[in-house]
């Protein structure tokens, strides 16, 4: 398997609910980001887990909330968001943290409208 | 703090031409990596240049590093429509650039 999945590939959400986005991958990377991108800009980071722990947070609003369960999974739990917060959400994945000899292997992100 | 810019961030060309884009880093930064987007999509990677010198080719794309100058190029050989995408570059530190919008004419 060398895929990072990302699920729902699509949400709306309002700006008073609670909604998470969850990213997998089995490929034994320890170090897993999340990105936020908006249209025609490029990747911006919000988090970087390495071996579980959180390593980055780049200011991101508290709004945005992540967890790493395990090696595997990494959730971006969503609360109270504003409609600027619309924009792509990417996962990605590195065998350890940074880009290394490998580059990332992106999801195929969350594209999120907060009406 | 690296910084990462590319140019042009908007490219037009027709098929059968080439071009380079460029890719200028600001600090020391031994790796580079290039990037593929389709519009909507996620990013796929494309190369990984990992040293001083390095140069990798794959179809009608070449990349190339030079970290003394701390640059890398992404050239393009007779382009074809299917290469118009946004193209970016990123440094060691997770940095991206803002990206090179290539759209081929047919």
């Known amino acids: 398997d060398t895929e990072v999945t990302q699920t729902p590939k699509h949400l709306v959400m309002g700006m008073t609910n609670k909604k998470s986005l969850k990213c997998e991958q089995h490929?034994?990377?320890?170090?897993m980001y999340w990105y936020k991108q908006k249209a025609k800009k490029p990747p911006e980071l919000m988090f970087v887990?390495?071996?579980?722990?959180?390593?980055i947070n780049e200011s991101v609003p508290s709004r945005f909330s992540p967890e790493c369960p395990n090696s595997s999974l990494l959730n971006l739990h969503l609360h109270a968001l504003q409609p600027e917060d619309s924009a792509l959400y990417l996962c990605?994945?590195?065998?350890?943290?940074?880009?290394?000899?490998?580059?990332?292997?992106f999801g195929s992100g969350t594209r999120l409208t907060v009406v | 703090e690296l910084k990462v810019e590319q140019n042009p961030l908007f490219l037009s060309m027709q098929e059968g031409k080439n071009y380079t884009i460029y890719c200028n880093y600001s600090?020391?930064?031994?790796?580079l990596y290039w990037y593929r987007q389709d519009p909507g999509k996620s990013l796929e990677s494309l190369f990984v240049?990992?040293?001083?010198?390095a140069v990798k080719q794959e179809g009608r794309l070449m990349a190339s590093l030079d970290t003394k100058a701390r640059l890398s190029t992404l050239h393009i050989t007779a382009a074809v429509h299917d290469l118009s995408a946004t193209y970016f570059c990123a440094g060691d530190k997770i940095i991206f650039g803002k990206g090179t919008r290539l759209h081929i004419l047919p």
């Open positions: 600090t020391t930064s031994d790796r």
């Open positions: 490929m034994g990377h320890r170090a």
């Open positions: 990605a994945s590195s065998p350890t943290s940074g880009q290394g000899s490998y580059g990332y292997t």
């Open positions: 887990y390495s071996y579980e722990k959180l390593s």
């Open positions: 240049l990992l040293s001083n010198g």
